[in-house]
């Protein structure tokens, strides 16, 4: 067979670039919604890293070495979409297994927006096989490319042996004028550039173009010296497309070793659109049929046909991205047998990541707590119990947004170690002072399938609320571990004292709220987070000494993992008043209870650590633990009272806040808002005299 001359080579690539073009103008003309003027902009750096250098098996796109590519510019989907359609990218299910079936179909690209499709308005994990991260929010994306990059290099410490180079993947993160101007992508670039992860890639889309106008509006700093600051290798290429000079960019990053790379691409936004390239109406809106028309005879492409994908792109995919990729992993899994035969444990191990489950007797060096008046916090139990539960499970590593002598988050065992540029192997990770990113990039490690946990105080979660959405939208199983949960921070004020945070986690779909009472509460929320596989958790955690409760006078905290029990008065008897509480507040709700006793009113204490969990008990169970019949009922929590009257119901009582806290000692505070034994009593009586007439 004769060789192809460089002319049809080249016809080939840009009768590729074009079909990504087309298609993405197509889909969002069908739609009458989207952005088609940066995927126009993009598609050939997109092309050229796809077919020329991305080390990725659509047949198998979760091989677990493969590159990643995250479209932090989540807008263009279009451009996303096209690719997977093009590159053959087969679907995976819920249990990581490939089902033969194409990701993306063209009547996929089709349905672009529309109900139940595969092509949603943004790219989203776990909906559609071969997207990498869930992005929208501008700087999420390529804040959790830095996880996956610190990631790779971590398994790589941690697992390759000599010969045995299982993991040397590397990161790429298609980002945009936006990325940069939010403040996490901002602590991300930092983090990464401090961390000097040579495996990440930031193509970056210099248009000068934002919704309102010219980026000359808000926007005009110089990227380059900012990146180089921070110590990132940057480098240009003039025009987006020159395919030449794009390659020498990734090859040039390829080479490097020593920090992460920044390549700035300058493209015209709506390439080929004749009236409305280069503006702000290329952004957003469809170009329109008229318009549409025009760009595609500006490339050459028959005006009136409509997601027109000729065959030898198809062709032109299999020759490049699919044999590339299919090559290389068939190579690694050659290389993962052998390495198995003479590391069986460490391949035991990574067979367990990739399907997030645990090794055997995980928790046995995890202890029970004596009973204890006095007791401990909940933050220090929690490191109690996180140090046990690390040294066996290898693959459990995070860390603070520079709190861990605080929230006690270290993993303080031998070898623990600190992940850093001089040791990829240490668990112990150092976000600094910078939430957002801290969360943004622990979701980028629980994507690379390491189990992570990121800690802060619970007042700061504020600063995470983009990233803890992606988290329970991506159906991730991050620990967020919080302490310092209430108004008892005491004299930090008001600032620092959390209200309206527990209700507002557990308000968010598919996030597990975990707030244990005592020190044993905190043992089996460990025993019930570890398991999971697909929700994250926040797991919230006092400052101060929690009494640990007597399990022989009270029930066993193993009610913990169905999100409330019965913790004190007889389960089998109806109760006159139940008093519900978490965390710090059970034992108040006991002493209250012990004092109604005496009294002889009959009351039921029940911890209720987990809403969420609570929730998806059955109705028989729901209606044991809070019988319906008895109205008379207490909550009480140190946080707002939005979400209790659920289950309070309508003749109940919420002792709760109602305002922000104030700056003074802890039982200052307690007396102040109503968080007091007597308070709790009275509210008993009353309801129960009420109930009672």
Same mark, same amino acid.
């Given at each position: 067979?004769?060789?192809?001359?460089?002319?049809?080579?080249?016809?080939?690539?840009?009768?590729?670039?074009?079909?990504?073009?087309?298609?993405?103008?197509?889909?969002?003309?069908?739609?009458?919604?989207?952005?088609?003027?940066?995927?126009?902009?993009?598609?050939?750096?997109?092309?050229?890293?796809?077919?020329?250098?991305?080390?990725?098996?659509?047949?198998?796109?979760?091989?677990?070495?493969?590159?990643?590519?995250?479209?932090?510019?989540?807008?263009?989907?279009?451009?996303?979409?096209?690719?997977?359609?093009?590159?053959?990218?087969?679907?995976?299910?819920?249990?990581?297994?490939?089902?033969?079936?194409?990701?993306?179909?063209?009547?996929?690209?089709?349905?672009?927006?529309?109900?139940?499709?595969?092509?949603?308005?943004?790219?989203?994990?776990?909906?559609?096989?071969?997207?990498?991260?869930?992005?929208?929010?501008?700087?999420?994306?390529?804040?959790?490319?830095?996880?996956?990059?610190?990631?790779?290099?971590?398994?790589?410490?941690?697992?390759?042996?000599?010969?045995?180079?299982?993991?040397?993947?590397?990161?790429?993160?298609?980002?945009?004028?936006?990325?940069?101007?939010?403040?996490?992508?901002?602590?991300?670039?930092?983090?990464?550039?401090?961390?000097?992860?040579?495996?990440?890639?930031?193509?970056?889309?210099?248009?000068?173009?934002?919704?309102?106008?010219?980026?000359?509006?808000? %926007?005009?700093?110089?990227?380059?010296?900012?990146?180089?600051?921070?110590?990132?290798?940057?480098?240009?290429?003039?025009?987006?497309?020159?395919?030449?000079?794009?390659?020498?960019?990734?090859?040039? %990053?390829?080479?490097?070793?020593?920090?992460?790379?920044?390549?700035?691409?300058?493209?015209?936004?709506?390439?080929?659109?004749?009236?409305?390239?280069?503006?702000?109406?290329?952004?957003?809106?469809?170009?329109?049929?008229?318009?549409?028309?025009?760009?595609?005879?500006?490339?050459?492409?028959?005006?009136?046909?409509? %997601?027109?994908?000729?065959?030898?792109?198809?062709?032109?995919?299999?020759?490049?991205?699919?044999?590339?990729?299919?090559?290389?992993?068939?190579?690694?899994?050659?290389?993962?047998?052998?390495?198995?035969?003479?590391?069986?444990?460490?391949?035991?191990?990574?067979?367990?990541?990739?399907?997030?489950?645990?090794?055997?007797?995980?928790?046995?060096?995890?202890?029970?707590?004596?009973?204890?008046?006095?007791?401990?916090?909940?933050?220090?139990?929690?490191?109690?119990?996180?140090?046990?539960?690390?040294?066996?499970?290898?693959?459990?590593?995070?860390?603070?947004?520079?709190?861990?002598?605080?929230?006690?988050?270290?993993?303080?065992?031998?070898?623990?170690?600190?992940?850093?540029?001089?040791?990829?192997?240490?668990?112990?990770?150092? %976000?600094?002072?910078?939430?957002?990113?801290?969360?943004?990039?622990?979701?980028?490690?629980?994507?690379?399938?390491?189990?992570?946990?990121?800690?802060?105080?619970?007042?700061?979660?504020?600063?995470?609320?983009?990233?803890?959405?992606?988290?329970?939208?991506?159906?991730?199983?991050?620990?967020?571990?919080?302490?310092?949960?209430?108004?008892?921070?005491?004299?930090?004020?008001?600032?620092?004292?959390?209200?309206?945070?527990?209700?507002?986690?557990?308000?968010?779909?598919?996030?597990?709220?975990?707030?244990?009472?005592?020190?044993?509460?905190?043992?089996?929320?460990?025993?019930?987070?570890?398991?999971?596989?697909?929700?994250?958790?926040?797991?919230?955690?006092?400052?101060?000494?929690?009494?640990?409760?007597?399990?022989?006078?009270?029930?066993?905290?193993?009610?913990?993992?169905?999100?409330?029990?019965?913790?004190?008065?007889?389960?089998?008897?109806?109760?006159?008043v139940i008093l519900i509480a978490t965390g710090s507040e059970v034992s108040l709700a006991v002493a209250a209870h012990e004092q109604l006793t005496g009294e002889g009113i009959a009351s039921r204490v029940?911890?209720?650590?987990?809403?969420?969990?609570?929730?998806?008990?059955?109705?028989?169970?729901?209606?044991?633990?809070?019988?319906?019949?008895?109205?008379?009922?207490?909550?009480?929590?140190?946080?707002?009272?939005?979400?209790?009257?659920?289950?309070?119901?309508?003749?109940?009582?919420?002792?709760?806040?109602?305002?922000?806290?104030?700056?003074?000692?802890?039982?200052?505070?307690?007396?102040?808002?109503?968080?007091?034994?007597?308070?709790?009593?009275?509210?008993?009586?009353?309801?129960?005299?009420?109930?009672?007439?």
């Amino acid at each position: 067979m004769a060789a192809r001359t460089d002319e049809a080579t080249e016809r080939d690539t840009w009768r590729s670039v074009n079909t990504l073009r087309t298609l993405a103008m197509d889909a969002v003309q069908a739609a009458n919604s989207g952005h088609p003027g940066t995927a126009m902009a993009l598609a050939p750096v997109a092309y050229t890293l796809w077919q020329k250098f991305l080390r990725f098996d659509p047949e198998l796109p979760i091989w677990a070495n493969r590159d990643r590519f995250v479209l932090s510019v989540g807008h263009a989907s279009a451009l996303l979409y096209g690719l997977l359609h093009l590159s053959g990218v087969k679907a995976v299910n819920a249990d990581y297994e490939s089902v033969g079936e194409p990701a993306v179909t063209l009547d996929d690209i089709k349905a672009f927006r529309k109900l139940d499709s595969k092509t949603p308005g943004h790219p989203e994990y776990r909906w559609t096989s071969g997207v990498e991260a869930t992005t929208g929010p501008l700087g999420t994306g390529i804040a959790t490319s830095v996880g996956m990059a610190m990631a790779e290099q971590w398994l790589a410490a941690t697992y390759n042996r000599l010969g045995y180079d299982l993991f040397d993947y590397d990161v790429y993160a298609l980002c945009g004028d936006g990325d940069l101007m939010e403040g996490v992508g901002a602590e991300a670039a930092s983090l990464a550039g401090h961390q000097r992860l040579g495996n990440l890639c930031w193509l970056y889309d210099s248009n000068d173009i934002t919704i309102e106008g010219s980026t000359e509006l808000a %926007f005009t700093e110089d990227v380059a010296t900012r990146f180089t600051g921070l110590g990132w290798a940057v480098e240009h290429v003039a025009d987006a497309n020159d395919l030449g000079a794009l390659e020498r960019a990734l090859e040039a %990053f390829r080479a490097r070793t020593d920090r992460p790379t920044l390549i700035i691409v300058r493209t015209v936004i709506g390439f080929g659109a004749p009236n409305k390239q280069g503006t702000a109406s290329a952004h957003g809106e469809p170009l329109g049929v008229d318009e549409v028309r025009a760009a595609k005879a500006s490339y050459g492409w028959p005006e009136d046909a409509q %997601f027109l994908v000729p065959d030898e792109v198809y062709a032109d995919f299999e020759q490049g991205v699919r044999a590339r990729g299919a090559r290389l992993r068939r190579e690694w899994e050659a290389l993962f047998g052998r390495y198995s035969g003479e590391h069986p444990d460490l391949a035991d191990q990574l067979n367990r990541i990739q399907k997030r489950t645990l090794p055997d007797g995980w928790d046995e060096l995890v202890e029970e707590f004596p009973a204890d008046a006095k007791g401990l916090s909940g933050r220090d139990a929690s490191g109690k119990v996180l140090n046990a539960v690390a040294q066996r499970v290898p693959w459990l590593l995070g860390g603070s947004s520079d709190l861990a002598p605080s929230n006690k988050s270290r993993l303080t065992f031998d070898g623990a170690g600190d992940f850093g540029p001089d040791d990829r192997a240490g668990r112990n990770l150092h %976000f600094g002072v910078r939430e957002h990113a801290a969360a943004a990039v622990t979701n980028g490690l629980a994507l690379s399938k390491v189990r992570a946990y990121q800690a802060g105080f619970l007042i700061f979660s504020d600063f995470q609320r983009g990233a803890l959405r992606l988290s329970a939208l991506m159906e991730l199983p991050v620990i967020h571990l919080y302490t310092h949960d209430s108004i008892g921070v005491g004299e930090d004020g008001p600032t620092h004292q959390p209200v309206e945070h527990l209700a507002s986690l557990r308000a968010m779909p598919g996030m597990i709220d975990m707030r244990p009472a005592d020190a044993n509460e905190v043992v089996e929320a460990w025993r019930t987070i570890m398991p999971i596989r697909h929700e994250p958790v926040a797991l919230v955690l006092s400052r101060q000494p929690l009494p640990t409760l007597d399990r022989t006078r009270y029930a066993s905290a193993a009610g913990v993992a169905k999100g409330a029990y019965v913790l004190a008065g007889d389960p089998g008897a109806t109760p006159d008043v139940i008093l519900i509480a978490t965390g710090s507040e059970v034992s108040l709700a006991v002493a209250a209870h012990e004092q109604l006793t005496g009294e002889g009113i009959a009351s039921r204490v029940v911890s209720m650590p987990s809403m969420a969990l609570f929730d998806q008990q059955s109705q028989e169970y729901r209606e044991q633990v809070i019988p319906p019949a008895v109205t008379a009922r207490v909550v009480v929590e140190q946080g707002s009272s939005f979400g209790w009257h659920r289950w309070v119901g309508p003749a109940g009582r919420v002792i709760a806040m109602s305002t922000f806290g104030s700056s003074a000692p802890l039982k200052d505070l307690q007396t102040k808002f109503g968080f007091t034994p007597e308070a709790v009593t009275a509210a008993a009586r009353e309801l129960v005299r009420g109930s009672a007439g």
